[in-house]
């Protein structure tokens, strides 16, 4: 009975070790997974700082094995009771006489039995990992492209922060001319482009115009194609066009470039057109309430800047167009300021100019902090030389650097998009065919 008992401990002991290995042992591997992926991420920001080619590496496959063994011995002894006589006599012979001493004793060993049972386990993990090599051309097809704008916006949903999200994806807004302007400005010209540099004047000009607007996501519709005058259509005769076809003019495959007058003859003037496919496009709205001109990092975390109104209409003829919203730019012509018509095109970084961006930035900051700007009053991405407190650290060329905690929630973010950024081109084998995106006035 009692080794049946044994028996039973022992493989429940057994199974209630299993559950509990396999979650310590899934969080473990959870844990070194992160772990090395962040280092990695790292140490790439690292090489773009120092102008180093980049490596990517990941967990291909990590599996593990649990062995959970148990075992009982036991160690018994069966003992009877046990009666010792002792009969002893002492002669003491003295002056007066003879003295005799008998001792007669008995002792009993009362037998005991001994039960010494032993119970034993063991767990033994072999865990067994891939690592992948990302240096395949369609990964560097996805990487080198760049950032289509339905990422961008998923970034914004997620909760990035809007400014930050500017300032690390954006490579360069371009401002056009919408229509024919004063003096010699044509439609479509080029009036001005802001450059998102990591440092140096261009660098500040940027963040300044970014830190008075935020980028939102709306559906846009798609391009029109010029089909055919609509005269085609209420003139009769052949046209390329069925009469079963007309049901399309609603909107969603064709479409009209305007409204129809009263007089038939006017019809000419109105094209039938073909729509593209739909896409999402990006506006700059004016943040709520004033703004802040940027300021270096000499300034010291968390400085404020001059406040302004965003598109705030300068005072004197500005040296620079200034986008006030809405499609309006204010720009000098001969002396006077003029307020015209424009069209924003936004281009996109492409996920290794990212990290480049950073690299860059993080260079700039030991030499040219003057010219170096804050984001939201905090550093782009701080690191520090590594003392053991960071929560990601790498190694490089010597030194080992960590995040700097005091910004620990800033370089996570940085760091978390810089990830997700490679993970979507990890399989990817299509570059992406958007290379601009329109902002809408």
């Not at 070194?32 to 180093?52: C, D, S």
């Not at 039960?115 to 072999?126: H, K």
């Not at 991405?381 to 960071?390: K, L, R, Y």
Request: charged share 20%; hydrophobic share 40%.
């Amino acid at each position: 009975m009692r080794i049946a008992t044994i028996l039973v401990l022992a493989a429940g002991l057994a199974g209630c070790a299993a559950p509990g290995a396999v979650q310590r042992i899934a969080v473990d591997y959870n844990t070194a997974v992160a772990g090395m992926t962040n280092e990695v991420t790292l140490l790439n920001i690292l090489r773009a700082k120092e102008g180093m080619p980049m490596h990517f590496t990941s967990f291909g496959r990590l599996t593990g094995s649990l062995i959970v063994t148990a075992g009982t011995s036991q160690n018994f002894q069966d003992r009877d009771d046990t009666v010792t006589d002792t009969d002893a006599t002492a002669t003491t012979v003295a002056p007066a006489g003879v003295t005799t001493l008998r001792t007669v004793t008995q002792q009993i060993l009362s037998g005991g039995n001994v039960f010494t049972p032993q119970v034993t386990g063991q767990i033994q993990t072999g865990p067994s990992f891939d690592i992948t090599v990302h240096d395949t051309q369609k990964f560097y097809q996805g990487i080198l492209a760049p950032i289509p704008f339905r990422t961008v916006e998923n970034f914004m949903d997620q909760g990035f922060d809007n400014e930050l999200l500017m300032r690390l994806v954006i490579d360069r807004i371009e401002v056009r001319m919408a229509a024919d302007g004063p003096g010699d400005l044509k439609k479509d010209q080029l009036i001005t482009t802001l450059r998102n540099a990591p440092f140096g004047p261009e660098a500040k000009v940027f963040a300044d115009e970014v830190a008075c607007w935020e980028m939102r996501g709306e559906r846009i519709a798609g391009t029109q194609y010029p089909l055919m005058p609509v005269s085609r259509l209420t003139a009769g005769g052949s046209v390329p066009i069925r009469l079963e076809d007309l049901p399309l003019l609603n909107g969603s495959t064709l479409a009209l470039s305007e409204a129809l007058s009263a007089q038939p003859n006017e019809d000419v003037d109105v094209m039938v057109n073909r729509l593209g496919p739909a896409d999402r496009g990006a506006r700059l709205s004016p943040r709520a309430g004033e703004c802040r001109h940027v300021l270096s990092l000499l300034a010291g975390d968390g400085a404020q800047g001059p406040t302004r109104r965003p598109g705030q209409l300068p005072d004197s003829p500005p040296a620079n167009p200034t986008y006030l919203g809405g499609g309006k730019v204010a720009i000098s012509v001969d002396g006077q300021v003029h307020i015209v018509d424009a069209k924003l095109h936004i281009t996109f970084r492409s996920t290794e100019s990212v990290y480049r961006h950073v690299g860059a930035y993080l260079y700039a900051a030991e030499d040219k902090a003057d010219e170096t700007w804050l984001v939201g009053g905090k550093p782009l991405f701080s690191i520090v030389p590594a003392h053991g407190g960071g929560v990601a650290s790498a190694s490089l060329l010597g030194r080992r650097w960590e995040i700097d905690n005091n910004h620990r929630r800033r370089n996570m973010m940085v760091i978390s998009l810089l990830q997700q950024l490679v993970n979507l081109h990890k399989e990817s084998a299509d570059r992406p065919a958007t290379q601009a995106v329109q902002i809408i006035p």
